[in-house]
DNA sequence: CAACTTTTGGCAACCGCTTGCCGCAACTGT
DNA sequence: ACAGTTGCGGCAAGCGGTTGCCAAAAGTTG
């Protein structure tokens, strides 16, 4: 027996059936209000007992409203985007919203061309840790409904966790422990986080009269933290912080098979407070984060994009507050 | 500037333009064989020019196809999901078709209750890890395309892990280590995996004279660790299977906590090989097996059924091998 | 060159639902 | 009792494509 092989009944059986007009049928079941308390009973009666349920498509042709959401993440395998994801789907079915997830492997075009694919089936777009440029991100800005999270561009709505002052927390940390030298192993070039944070590194070790070195770019997987913690090592630094979980779980690694021991010989830092995190080896010192709120934000800036409301200026630039988790990765800068 | 005041090029707008009929225009767009090559190549500079793109609603309305896929799985926070969550979104990319990633959270009224209203403007859906019954799932194979992955139930095509043979290998592999005695710390009762596990686990165990017992169900997440390596303990077994990582490295943690040592004092063996399996303490023998391949498969599965092909009967109950991924948290069984 | 086949493009009817506008009937106030 | 409201339901025109059917044009054949 194929599937799908007995139509389902649309709105013109339920109509037939209940001996009213079909635009009465329409409005007794999305406009309540429209219609006599007895005859949208009796309509919703013979609704149900049709099995009847309205087509998502037909309805969403003449208003152009899908009732669907996307967001793309630019690595799916990183637990990171877990919080997010999660929290961006609550709060798109608690809108009565379908959420599509989607990978964009790193890639800008992959971005672009997703959202140019599903431009018309969607009512806006989330994207989470965009590897576009300011000027693509603005350009479709302006075509289509986006809100961004960790990632800032003039005017486009989004939100972010505080990873300036996560940083200050961060270097603080070291400098109390009587870390001197810091490096920071970058991210990707096209990451905006990576930029931010090497920019908030600098004032605040400064500050403490620290010095502080950039090495990278190195992809930000744990594949590519033998790489850095090698080139973390040859900076001479004692403490490292790491573009984000995955490199220091990377790095962590390779300490373990060069025989260096963290943190006694170096501390090691990351961002993110992903999954492993607590149970790595040691476990990792790392800025966490409300991501799971931040879907959240992100998701109700763009409904409130889609369905203005009157007075009520959309927000912008939604800053989530950052803490340190402290684990076993840094410790005493050796003497 | 609100976006979107601008409205979209029709087919009608092109049509005008280029001095044709809108049937000529989808024709020469859609199914390019079917009009002059002239015409067609005008029409598609038009087009371009204009800046038209087909409005995918408008089109899967009459047809019901609207090239997309929904995947749902038990709980998008389980890193084991990964890589089928990856397989199948490159595979349905390759087919031109866009995913749906969903979180039921375990539940299995989720599962329903999104299929019911996802049911219309999806081309098919993939379950992985399915909490329904045989019977619930059966009922909603019988009125939309339904695939699985991590679950047979008789007729519906599925692709999964061989764990069955994966036990085996599980129970040789502690039998060489001279373990006599095994207890498996099951998943949640709705968990069809939970059950085939264990009916694997016992003729292998008699085969090789070890006692196996049962204990749970316990959630399959982090935080049921403690109550199941607590359970395991009492069991006085010298070697734990645990229903996955995430339940395995819960008991990791609560093992050293009360310092217990694995695998000197007990071995210990989860399923899936996720993240994190590899780097935990100490790191997990654990069952891996080729789950991104899984997702794949089950999207194919789909498309086969979606677009059947003469002479070419549906394969069904796809069985992938599994291996064993051997690490420190098996070891000699104390004597 | 007539008769016949094959291309090629147009007409118009859907797909299933929403919604502006209209008219009827029941209700209101004087 | 009559004009003026108001509430409720129906008509029909979209939304933007696809496609079966048909006719005109072009190509083929004897």
């Known amino acids: 027996m194929p599937p ?16 009213v007009a079909t635009s009465t049928v329409s409005r007794a079941l999305s406009n309540p209000d429209r219609v006599n308390a007895r005859t949208r009973e009796h309509i919703v009666a013979v609704a149900e007992r049709l099995g009847y349920s309205t087509n998502p498509l037909a309805r969403a042709l003449p208003s152009g409203r899908t009732q669907t959401l996307a967001l793309f993440v630019s690595d799916i395998t990183n637990p990171h985007f ?66 961004l999270v960790s990632r800032q561009v ?75 913690a090698d080139a973390a090592l040859g900076s001479g630094a004692t403490a490292a912080i790491a573009h984000n979980d995955l490199l220091a779980i990377g790095m962590l690694r390779r300490f373990a098979e060069r025989g260096v021991r963290v943190p006694e ?10 999954f492993g995190a607590d149970f790595c080896s040691p476990p990792l010192t790392t800025l966490a984060g409300p991501f799971e709120e931040a879907g959240r934000v992100a998701v109700d800036l763009l409904l409130s994009m889609r369905d203005p409301v009157r ?24 003497r």
Not at 82 to 102: H, K, M, N, P, S
Request: hydrophobic letters at 40%; aromatic letters at 4%.
């Open 311 to 334: 007075n009520h200026p959309p927000r912008r630039d939604v800053v989530l507050p950052s803490h340190l988790a402290t684990r076993s990765s840094t410790g005493q800068a050796p």
């Open 154 to 228: 003039g005017g486009v709505p989004n939100a972010i966790v505080d990873h300036v002052d996560g940083t200050r927390q961060i270097i603080e940390h070291l400098a109390s422990l009587g870390h001197r030298s810091v490096v920071y192993l970058a991210g990707p070039r096209r990451s905006w986080l990576a930029g931010q944070r090497w920019r908030a590194v600098q004032p605040v070790a400064r500050r403490f009269d620290m010095t502080a070195a950039r090495l990278g770019p190195f992809p930000p997987a744990v594949h590519g933290g033998a790489a850095a």
């Open 265 to 274: 010989d170096i501390s090691v830092v990351g961002y993110d407070d992903i």
């Open 82 to 147: 877990f919080g997010i994801i999660r929290g961006a789907e609550q709060q798109a079915r608690a809108a009565g919203c379908t959420l599509i997830v989607g990978d964009t492997e790193e890639s800008p075009d992959l971005e672009s061309r997703n959202i140019e694919r599903l431009g018309r089936s969607v009512d806006g777009f989330v994207i989470a840790a965009s590897r576009m440029t300011d000027k693509a991100i603005k350009q479709l800005a302006a075509q289509h409904r986006l809100t």
């Open 4 to 19: 799908e092989n007995a139509k389902r009944p649309t709105i013109y059986d339920v109509a037939r059936e209940a001996g």
